[in-house]
């Protein structure tokens, strides 16, 4: 399986962006995650197969939302109300036999190649 990451780019704080993450197999769960300079790699949101379950982190619930399109086998994160804070290069991962939705990234088995967000103040 392998995921490309798309939709990343600068845009101002209070502003939105959709993040694409395609997948050239079957995917089960799907996750996004970011990392921020000098900072480890933290959970952002997470969709199972069934696309009914999905969970967020605190600091994006309200703000973001996860979604996937089956017949595009492809997931998106629909970012609104960007904060600077948000600034990040943002990873789509999937896991490869499990529909349960994980904060964890090492129950993940696939990785995009990353996005970068930038969001100015």
């Known amino acids: 399986v392998q995921l490309q990451a798309s939709g990343g780019g600068l845009v101002q704080a209070g502003g939105s962006l959709k993040l694409s993450c395609a997948a050239s197999?079957?995917?089960?769960?799907v996750g996004w995650f970011r990392q921020a300079p000098g900072k480890d790699r933290e959970f952002v949101a997470t969709?199972?197969?069934?696309?009914?379950?999905?969970d967020y982190a605190d600091s994006v619930k309200g703000r973001f939302t996860i979604s996937r399109d089956y017949a595009k086998n492809t997931v998106y994160l629909q970012m609104n109300s960007l904060k600077p804070e948000d600034t990040a290069v943002y990873y789509c991962?999937?896991?490869?036999?499990?529909?349960?939705?994980?904060?964890?990234?090492?129950?993940?088995?696939?990785w995009g190649q990353g996005t970068q967000v930038t969001v100015s103040s």
């Open positions: 991962a999937a896991r490869g036999s499990s529909g349960y939705v994980s904060r964890r990234p090492n129950e993940y088995n696939y």
């Open positions: 969709i199972g197969w069934s696309g009914v379950s999905a």
């Open positions: 197999g079957r995917t089960f769960t």
